[in-house]
């Protein structure tokens, strides 16, 4: 479903991927795994083209994407939930998640608001409420629910246990595996391997912006090695 080649990014003069490339299949679910600063976000970024790769390729079904703008690439069945969430803080719930509608598609989960509040109960119980007044966990729902109201093809979730409460890491776990079991692929950039561990079917590893591992976790454990030089801290 997605396949990028030999991708190189930069923050101006800083090369931030170097060479980066990986493959998804239809339906996986893919852990991002790194430090903080290793390049995760920024591969997330360079699908979307919100930056632009200096070279290499990025295919998603089998189409060239790398020249389209980013909203061309969601109209294409991409979504992404950034980390830093972006939600319509004076916007109701109702209104932030009309903001995303997109038309069902073809191969793809369709999601309805009804659908989506059973999936996230706290939101159905404060649709009202303005962005503003949520919670940090709160706004996390909210914009992977606005997200999923354009009916991806493909997930791309940045960080999404990262600053929230432990209840919450719990929830934010029940609903990928809920992803996978509608069939959507889904990529998460996560620091927490205990959480990309029950979550996910495999894992990337970066580091400098090189993949340095691509395997299962059981593949993963068998190299300690690795685990402890890109993921410990």
């Known amino acids: ?7 190189n990014s930069f923050y101006g003069k800083a090369h931030i991927l170097n060479d980066l490339g990986f493959s998804v299949s239809k339906g996986e679910v893919v ?5 903080n600063g ?27 994407i790398t020249a389209l703008p980013s909203h061309r690439i969601a109209r294409l069945g991409l979504g992404y939930v950034p980390e830093e969430r972006r939600i319509f803080s004076d916007l109701t719930i109702l209104e932030n998640l009309e903001v995303g509608r997109q038309p069902p598609r073809a191969d793809a989960p369709a999601w309805t608001v009804d659908a989506l ?12 409420n303005r962005g503003k007044a949520m919670s940090g966990g709160e706004q996390q729902m909210l ?7 354009g009916n991806p093809k493909l997930l791309l979730l ?9 209840v919450i890491v719990e929830q934010m776990a029940e609903t990928i595996l809920r992803f996978k079991k509608e069939g ?11 959480f990309a561990r029950i979550v996910a079917d495999r894992a990337i590893i ?3 912006g090189e993949k340095k591992f691509d395997g299962s976790f059981s593949e993963l454990e068998k190299q300690p090695e690795i685990r402890d030089a890109y993921l410990s801290v």
Do not use: C, W, Y
């Open 38 to 64: 290793a390049g995760k976000t920024t591969t997330m970024k360079s699908i979307m083209q919100l930056v632009r790769p200096k070279s290499g390729k990025v295919q998603f079904n089998g189409q060239d």
């Open 1 to 7: 479903m997605l396949e990028i080649s030999a991708l």
């Open 31 to 35: 852990a991002l795994l790194g430090r």
């Open 206 to 208: 970066i580091e400098s």
């Open 158 to 166: 940045d960080e999404p246990s990262e600053g929230i409460a432990p």
């Open 184 to 194: 959507l692929t889904v990529i998460i950039s996560e620091q927490n391997l205990h």
């Open 143 to 149: 914009t992977i629910a606005r997200t999923l109201m």
């Open 117 to 128: 509040f059973e999936l996230f109960p706290n939101l159905f119980e404060r649709r009202h």
